[in-house]
């Protein structure tokens, strides 16, 4: 079974600080790691994903992850954020095991940026 | 191009009251799911569909039903509805492969009063 948890619940940072939101997942096979954002009021988009090759994976807006098998997780990072990132981001995983096709999602990350 | 659409957008019932939640998708996108938005509780999966005619429970699946008549269509239903069902209702689809991402609706927030 997959399980993700995302390290802290709210995170409070001034514009053009540098954040970054933590994810740690559990799973018996090889998986696939994703990060969405969700504004308010709309849908989850995706930010990156990682699949394989290279452990840090960069995505839209500036965010970047680094996936990192040995301490399971996959921390997403911006070195400056501004006003419009704030948001709620979540971490998911997948596999391609009997639940290929279905993601573990974490309970999501409330960033809020400050001027 | 419009991707995963909900209808509707904004729904109140009364306890008791029964309704049918709308997902429609153009990619041509195998899976498709109903999850449930709740402070503090991220994303549950309610049902989940693989492919047309299928569903399948997921994580939440007590006083829903779903259908998946057309590929493109998947249906959630609420035939007694509660006020524990008061939350944001999100739809997604996706080709089903681990190393594909989910594309969401905009969701439906409903309240049962």
């Known amino acids: 079974a997959q399980s993700v948890t995302q390290l802290d619940s709210q995170v409070p940072v001034f514009e053009e600080a540098p954040v970054e939101l933590r994810c740690n997942y559990s799973?018996?096979?090889?998986?696939?790691l994703f990060w969405y954002v969700q504004y308010p009021n709309q849908g989850l988009q995706l930010l990156l994903k990682y699949l394989s090759g290279s452990t840090l994976v960069k995505g839209i807006n500036g965010f970047e992850a680094e996936f990192n098998k040995s301490q399971t997780s996959f921390h997403l990072r911006k070195p400056s954020v501004h006003i419009s990132d704030t948001a709620e981001y979540f971490c998911a995983v997948s596999d391609l095991g009997a639940n290929a096709g279905k993601s573990t999602f974490g309970d999501g990350t409330t960033l809020t940026v400050k001027p | 191009n419009a991707g995963v659409t909900q209808t509707p957008k904004f729904r109140v019932l009364k306890t008791g009251q029964s309704m049918t939640l709308l997902c429609a998708q153009d990619m041509n996108h195998e899976y498709m799911y109903w999850y449930r938005q709740d402070p503090g509780m991220g994303l549950r999966l309610i049902h989940y569909s693989v492919g047309e005619g299928t569903t399948a429970k997921g994580e939440v699946p007590d006083g829903y039903n779903v259908s998946r008549l057309k590929k493109q269509n998947f249906l959630l239903g609420l035939e007694s509805a509660a006020p524990s069902q008061t939350s944001v209702y999100f739809c997604a689809s996706s080709p089903g492969m681990g190393n594909q991402p989910q594309h969401f609706g905009d969701g439906t927030r409903l309240s049962i009063l």
């Open positions: 799973s018996s096979v090889s998986v696939y």
